[in-house]
């Protein structure tokens, strides 16, 4: 069992955000201590995981909440997650294009504008 300073450590997020993730039905099921503090366990931290790679890749928190509902009424909802993670793929597969696109278009431009510097520097640069 972790205490909630240990996965702030582990996954360097705060105590602030772990609270507010099992507040937002994010994680759930964390366990106390008899003094009344959490215990994450190595479950809680695969869960953590999880969360943190379906936000960082853009689904909403409220999809997130969502999603760990779905898993923790057991697996008569496997084809629910199932969609739902396939849809997430296809959004962030997507972005990922657009992303691509962009990178392709900066590095363009960096490379006119590094043979412009490079003009410009040697004093051959005409205006």
């Known amino acids: 069992m972790y205490s909630i300073q240990d996965v702030c450590k582990m996954t360097g997020l705060t105590a602030h955000?772990?609270?507010y993730y099992e507040k937002a039905g994010l994680i759930a099921g964390i366990s106390r201590s008899s003094g009344g503090y959490?215990?994450?366990?190595?479950?809680d931290l695969e869960w953590l995981e999880l969360v943190r790679c379906l936000k960082n890749t853009g689904m909403p928190l409220s999809e997130i909440a969502r999603f760990v509902?779905?898993?923790?009424?057991?697996d008569s909802t496997l084809r629910d997650r199932v969609e739902l993670l396939h849809?997430?793929?296809?959004t962030v597969i997507r972005r990922m294009a657009e992303m691509q696109q962009h990178l392709d278009k900066v590095t363009c431009k960096l490379g006119i504008f590094t043979e412009?510097?490079?003009?410009?520097?040697?004093?051959?640069?005409?205006k």
């Not at 509902?69 to 057991?74: K, V």
């Not at 412009?116 to 005409?126: F, M, N, P, Q, V």
């Open 17 to 19: 955000t772990l609270r």
């Open 38 to 43: 959490r215990q994450y366990s190595d479950s």
């Open 116 to 126: 412009k510097l490079r003009a410009y520097e040697a004093g051959s640069d005409t």
């Open 69 to 74: 509902q779905l898993a923790h009424e057991g």
């Open 87 to 90: 849809a997430h793929r296809e």
